[in-house]
């Protein structure tokens, strides 16, 4: 292949197809590789997030959670619908129509930059040239002065629950199931298998989660984890804590899984469809010829500096396959940075504001730091948290489960952290990051002026709680 390119981007995912997207934007001449094939086979962009993740999620998200409002929750403003009934059908092929419209976006996108789309699979070679293997076999090298790995990841498997047809299946089977499981097994009460999990629940399905940690949702502030669990058990999922897989057995049309309690005694539960959502691993073997020298670790991650340069000069990694949180904006802005330092500006992201967020109802958001990591650093701080069952608007959308908690340093009242489980978590969380971004104090939150009715107000509320100065609900003497 003659022509040269100044950045090769091999994935099209949020990492991927964002950094070629700005690479283009700043006048580099710019391809991307991505061998994503959908259920016809025809090649697509977007990678797992747009494919079977994010956004496929959210979409069965809503129409679930409008679903079970429809049935549940309308009564109490007044509204009867008589008898509500859900087409499974119409929800995943909506969900399949979004997911085509926005794969096709990103191709319009890149049509629009100049971008070089390149359907296949792509591999980096010594001297920053990427082996790029087409969808029928052919094998061409690009030359590249500057090479993006955005591969991504893929799910874990584990070998007591191996995916078998469409019984045992991974997130991306879970989202096309054409009829609600009376009985639902899902391995690993993680951020996946809570969405995934709720999603079914909503519908009718009986839905037990086992997750193999003693505890639950430690990657969170256990203030939002015991709230979360006491609000999933009443929306009757069962999740049970301490309970490791030990194999799986298909008779016919349902599945008997045996696992380990959390007192070691064995115990099977049979299911109709059986999720594993134990995590994913970074998709990182095969995209390396061995004379590269780009290095990995024992787990697939590339080992990359604060600003994802591999220790190949001109050859950067980002998303997925690096160190931090496997999150979709977090390749996206990892994508950005590197397209900027390419381009030869300064580029720096701050990986202590970060947002996470389940987007389960209420859906749970955070960003810094939780409240158990500030004590084993022995970082001296102080909390303030607020209710939404004493916010008025709240109340008025009848969603008043949970609360914004948020964290401030002791001495300089420098916010730490903010940790929220309720209705618009996902949402109210950017307040928070911004705040942090900027490096506000829990004071300059309070001093600030926020709309009235607005579920918002619960961060100004926190924010005036940290000092014992919140006005809508009583304040805790201090010791």
């Known amino acids: 292949m003659s022509d040269k390119f100044d950045v090769v981007v091999i994935g099209g995912g949020p990492g991927g197809y964002v950094a070629a997207i700005r690479a283009a934007q700043l006048g580099l001449k710019t391809a991307c590789i991505e061998k994503w094939l959908d259920k016809d086979s025809k090649p697509r962009l977007g990678g797992t997030c747009l494919n079977v993740g994010c956004i496929p999620s959210k979409a069965l998200l809503d129409s679930s959670h409008k679903y079970h409002d429809a049935k549940e929750a309308y009564g109490v403003h007044g509204i009867s619908v008589g008898d509500v009934a859900m087409d499974v059908n119409t929800m995943v092929d909506r969900k399949d129509k979004i997911v085509d419209q926005l794969t096709s976006g990103i191709t ?5 930059n100049g971008v070089t789309s390149f359907e296949g699979f792509g591999k980096v070679l010594a001297n920053k040239k990427v082996e790029f293997t087409a969808h029928d076999g052919t094998v061409t090298v690009i030359d590249a002065e500057n090479v993006i790995l955005a591969t991504g990841s893929i799910p874990v498997n584990i070998p007591p629950a191996p995916r078998t047809g469409d019984i045992i299946v991974d997130n991306e089977g879970a989202l096309d199931f054409r009829a609600v499981p009376k009985r639902l097994g899902v391995i690993g009460a993680g951020v996946i298998g809570l969405e995934l999990g709720s999603v079914w629940a909503r519908l009718g399905s009986e839905v037990v989660v086992l997750e193999a940690q003693d505890s639950f949702l430690s990657v969170c502030d256990q203030d939002l984890a015991k709230e979360a669990a006491k609000i999933f058990k009443k929306q009757h999922l069962d999740i049970r804590t301490g309970a490791r897989v ?21 115990q099977k539960q049979t299911f109709d469809k059986l999720i594993v959502a134990v995590g994913r691993k970074p998709f990182t073997e095969g995209c390396f010829s061995d004379d590269s020298g780009v290095k990995l670790d024992e787990r697939g991650f590339v080992f990359v500096d604060e600003q994802c340069r591999t220790s190949v000069p001109g050859v950067f990694a980002i998303g997925d396959i690096v160190r931090g949180p496997m999150l979709a904006h977090k390749a996206s802005e990892e994508g950005v940075m590197v397209a900027d330092i390419i381009a030869g500006h300064k580029a720096q992201m701050n990986y202590d504001c970060i947002p996470s967020v389940i987007y389960t109802h209420p859906e749970l958001a955070w960003v810094g730091k939780n409240e158990q990591e500030l004590k084993a650093e022995g970082i001296k701080f102080k909390v303030g948290k607020f209710p939404f069952a004493a916010s008025g608007r709240a109340m008025a959308a009848n969603d008043t489960d949970g609360f914004v908690k948020m964290i401030a340093c002791e001495e300089t009242d420098r916010i730490l952290g903010c940790h929220i489980i309720g209705g618009h978590a996902a949402d109210l969380i950017a307040q928070a990051v911004i705040a942090m971004e900027f490096g506000s104090t829990a004071e300059d939150i309070a001093l600030t002026v926020f709309a009235h009715p607005t579920v918002s107000e619960a961060v100004h509320e926190a924010a005036l709680a940290v000092d014992g100065h919140a006005i809508h609900i009583a304040n805790r003497k201090k010791r």
């Open 108 to 112: 319009g996108l890149f049509k629009a």
């Open 246 to 266: 030990t194999g799986s057995q298909i008779n016919g049309e349902e599945v008997e899984v045996t696992y380990l309690d959390a007192k070691g005694e064995e």
